[in-house]
């Protein structure tokens, strides 16, 4: 059973730019893998940003773009206003199943 | 636009079985999607449970897969989750949604396991 990693925490300025990673215990992260990207802030579901690595929702800023870097997927928030700060999940593909990471608790300060 | 909706009791026995329905308004659960269940446990993060396509076919999270049984209904549009045997771990917050592009998901509900 793949262990998906996540930064726990990370803190980034407001108009300043930060990288979320998304690591598999099963090796590299690839396109295979179909990365998906959620915001959950407290008390509400999960909000879907990315899907399959670097797809877009309608509904997804443009500050926010996905990627593959250095073997992880990654989630990248550039220009974080305060309304971003909340935990982010990634969530891979394995062959039919899928797992979440532990989240990362994202603040922007 | 499309909605999803999770019901079922919200609060279950030890031992006894979780049961949930999801239905969905806005959107056939016949087309080429794939949906499923995750959940979070009070104050943790979430944990994918399963996913289970029109025809039926199904994909569990391996540590709960001798509980889980996942089912759909097209003529209702609505597909379920059984979670049997549950212990005070299964409490958390079930949410439905729409696994392919991971886009559309309910509210989620709060399941208690309490005697």
């Known amino acids: 059973q793949a262990v998906v990693t996540q930064e726990p925490s990370l803190t980034v300025s407001p108009r300043g730019t930060v990288t979320l990673t998304c690591g598999s215990s099963t090796g590299d992260v690839t396109s295979g893998h179909y990365p998906y990207w959620f915001q959950q802030k407290p008390g509400q579901a999960p909000r879907p940003l990315i899907y399959?690595?670097?797809n877009k929702h309608s509904w997804t800023p443009a500050r926010f773009s996905g990627s593959l870097l250095g073997g992880k997927a990654a989630l990248t928030l550039s220009g974080a206003l305060p309304e971003d700060e909340a935990d982010y999940y990634c969530l891979l593909y394995y062959s039919g199943a899928r797992s979440f990471g532990g989240g990362t608790k994202l603040t922007v300060l | 636009q499309v909605q999803l909706q999770e019901s079922g009791p919200g609060l279950v026995k030890p031992s006894e079985t979780l049961s949930l329905t999801c239905t969905v308004s806005g959107y056939s659960i016949s087309s080429a999607s794939y949906w499923g269940w995750i959940r979070q446990a009070p104050g943790k993060g979430l944990e994918w449970i399963g996913s289970i396509y029109h025809s039926g076919s199904t994909y569990y999270e391996p540590s709960l897969k001798s509980r889980v049984t996942l089912s759909v209904d097209t003529s209702k549009n609505q597909f379920s989750l059984r979670l049997s045997s549950v212990t005070a771990a299964d409490t958390a917050v079930y949410f439905c949604?729409?696994?392919?592009?991971?886009?559309?998901w309910g509210q989620g509900t709060l399941v208690t396991v309490s005697s």
């Open positions: 949604g729409r696994i392919t592009m991971g886009d559309y």
């Open positions: 399959d690595t670097n």
